[in-house]
């Protein structure tokens, strides 16, 4: 199956400080990428869908202000957490259809966000 | 009422035990059914898809879908400590990708 590379897969930060996560296709191209959150004994919750070259989609409640999406790269999606607070504390993964039309997902390892 | 029922568990079986998870959905227009399987700390991976109703088999993995009963499952045949993780349901009404998942069903299997 397709490959999506996520990193880091755990990051602590201060409150108040940026923190940016990278999801990369490495043997795909995506064009688009999915972006979710999952808290501790939660469903994953699907926070936008980022398109290449173009904005991303944010689902209700997401804030886009918040919660920076870049995808300027067929290979590359990021997703910024900037002014985080410990709330914002989760678990975050990326996916993608791996170049398929089948309707299955492929997804990053996840990175592990702690804010103190 | 959530769109996707999921027992979160945990379920705790013996080794070589066979194990059924179970989801039921509410919105009769889902037809793409999904299993991933989740281990602590990383992202979930496809284990199952199916569409619209019936069987499918893969290795000691078998999905099944009832559409009329709005209910799916996944059996795990012989099933291993190493199958100890946490097994998410999806589904999805077209090919957008729009995906509507479960809580996901933690298992632990003893050995």
């Known amino acids: 199956g397709a490959v999506v590379s996520q990193h880091p897969s755990w990051v602590i930060c201060k409150s108040g400080t940026s923190v940016k996560i990278e999801c990369r296709s490495l043997d795909f191209q995506a064009t688009t990428m999915f972006w979710y959150r999952q808290f501790p004994k939660q469903s994953l919750m699907l926070m936008a869908t980022s398109n290449e070259g173009s904005k991303a989609t944010y689902e209700q409640g997401v804030e886009k202000d918040k919660f920076l999406i870049n995808h300027a790269s067929l290979t590359l999606s990021t997703l910024t957490v900037t002014s985080a607070h410990p709330e914002d504390s989760s678990f975050y993964i990326c996916?993608?259809?791996?170049?398929?039309?089948?309707?299955?997902?492929?997804f990053g390892e996840g990175s592990r966000l702690t804010v103190l | 009422q959530k769109e996707v029922e999921q027992d979160p568990g945990p379920l705790s079986v013996p080794e070589g035990a066979i194990v059924s998870l179970n989801c039921t959905y509410s919105n009769s227009a889902f037809q793409y059914f999904m299993w991933y399987r989740q281990y602590s700390r990383k992202g979930p991976e496809l284990l199952m898809y199916?569409?619209s109703s019936g069987n499918k088999e893969d290795g000691r993995f078998t999905a099944q879908v009832d559409k009329s009963s709005k209910y799916i499952s996944l059996f795990i045949r012989d099933s291993q400590p190493s199958d100890s993780a946490t097994y998410l349901c999806a589904m999805s009404h077209d090919s957008n990708y729009q995906l509507i998942w479960g809580a996901g069903t933690k298992l632990i299997i003893k050995p």
């Open positions: 199916t569409y």
């Open positions: 996916s993608s259809t791996g170049g398929t039309d089948t309707g299955e997902l492929f």
